[in-house]
T-cell receptor
């Protein structure tokens, strides 16, 4: 079974631009979560989607948004990029919604650099 | 609110020595606890998880962790370090009522000396 895939793997943008990252979960997984990883702030939860609905949202500004499609694939969008948005963005998928001890499987991440 | 503290951002051990990575958590409800490992340029891989069953949890690659409620700790151990264990390790907590949201500790980079 294929793992979680994220595209693109690397991205370079300039301040003020917007970016869209994509995540394809493991087949059959309906929950997709997004995390931001930076050296200064560590791993921080962005949001979770289940059945095309946002279930949880972390403490990030409205410039960060996401969505999930009927095939469970998810995208996240960051508008008006800032230098501080440079990070590794990780996507994780799991089978269930509220059953938190179902393992989350992480993708390799998208490395975003904002110049 | 939940939080996780990992003591020691860097830990160095010799090959064959005991590995001990420390994790303390704060949670208002019985937590689910996890240890993840991250190798360079890769995502996170689950090592083990505590879900209120046995307090001593065995994971992959010879790692294990013990849940101690009285100490609010979930330290990760491995009896004998191998060079391939060099990586960054993250402790995480979920309260079970917030979907799949994980709160992570700051991470501990494990270095293994030959």
């Amino acid at each position: 079974k294929a793992g979680v895939t994220q595209t693109p793997r690397y991205l370079i943008k300039t301040r003020g631009q917007q970016v869209t990252l994509s995540c394809s979960p493991i087949s059959g997984h309906r929950s997709v979560s997004w995390y931001q990883q930076t050296p200064g702030q560590g791993l921080q939860f962005l949001f979770e989607y289940f059945s095309e609905t946002q279930r949880n949202k972390g403490n990030f500004p409205g410039r960060f948004s996401g969505r999930q499609f009927s095939n469970s694939r998810s995208e996240m969008n960051v508008s008006t990029l800032e230098l501080g948005d440079s990070a590794l963005y990780l996507c994780a998928s799991s089978l269930a919604a509220r059953n938190s001890y179902n393992e989350q499987f992480f993708g390799p991440g998208t490395r975003l650099t904002v110049l | 609110a939940q939080s996780v503290t990992q003591l020691g951002s860097h830990v160095s051990v010799s090959e064959g020595a005991l590995v001990l990575l420390r994790c303390n958590y704060s949670s208002s409800v019985p937590p689910y606890l996890f240890w993840y490992v991250q190798y360079p340029n890769q995502g996170l891989q689950l090592l083990l998880k505590y879900t209120s069953a046995a307090t001593l949890v065995k994971g992959i690659n010879g790692f294990e962790a013990e849940f101690k409620k009285s100490e609010t700790s979930f330290h990760l151990t491995k009896p004998s370090a191998h060079m391939s264990d060099a990586a960054e390790y993250f402790c995480a907590v979920s309260d079970g009522n917030a979907g799949n949201m994980l709160t992570f500790g700051g991470g501990t980079r494990l270095m293994v000396k030959p």
